[in-house]
């Protein structure tokens, strides 16, 4: 069995929102401007990526279909500094494949195999409880279903949520 790209998934799934909402573009290249500018653009550095925008920007057209560009522009912003970040973004139910898909506790024992390696002294692992913490979840649709926002930490989840509310 041959596993499909998650990234192939999303971008056949934004095709076609894009095909039905043409507004999707404007709206996330407007996203992708002010992240940018706001410095919280940057997926291997902890911040957002393209596939996180892509998401936000196709559930925020999901949740409102017949929105105008500059009303969903301005609900982007309420919506996400607001959201409760327990629960993840997604866009399609979770497959049930076994264990290649996405799971809240596969993730956190994989962040915590990735720095526990890592570490030397006990200070630093008291530090590091920080850094295991799934702060932002935001999973790609298709199977394998894929955090996007898998390096998040305590310190861009911060700055993130400023940058949202300074778009407010």
């Known amino acids: 069995m041959s596993l499909a790209d998650p990234g192939e998934s999303l971008d056949i799934r934004i095709q076609y929102l894009n095909r039905k909402f043409p507004k999707i ?4 290249v407007f996203e992708l401007s002010h992240s940018t500018c706001n410095f ?4 291997k550095y902890g911040f957002l990526n393209g596939s996180s925008l892509s998401i936000l920007t196709a559930k925020l ?6 929105g105008s560009v500059s009303f969903l522009m301005e609900k982007f912003f309420f919506v996400y500094s607001n959201w409760n970040w327990k629960y993840p973004i997604k866009i399609e139910k979770l497959t049930k ?20 390696n890592n570490v030397e002294e006990i200070n630093k ?33 911060e700055i993130i949520q400023r940058g949202l509310i300074k778009g407010k």
């Not at 057209?61 to 017949?66: A, E, N, V, Y």
């Not at 494949?97 to 526990?116: A, E, M, P, T, V």
């Not at 590091?128 to 305590?154: A, S």
Request: charged share 15%; glycine share 8%.
């Open 97 to 116: 494949f076994g264990s290649q898909g996405w799971n809240y506790n596969l993730d956190i024992k994989s962040k915590n195999n990735l720095y526990k």
């Open 125 to 157: 692992k008291r530090k590091l409880k920080y850094l295991i913490l799934m702060f932002m979840t935001i999973i790609t649709p298709g199977y394998p279903e894929q955090n996007t926002m898998f390096n998040v930490n305590l310190s861009t989840f």
């Open 61 to 66: 057209i999901l949740l409102f279909p017949s």
């Open 40 to 43: 919280i653009y940057g997926g």
């Open 25 to 28: 573009s404007t709206l996330f």
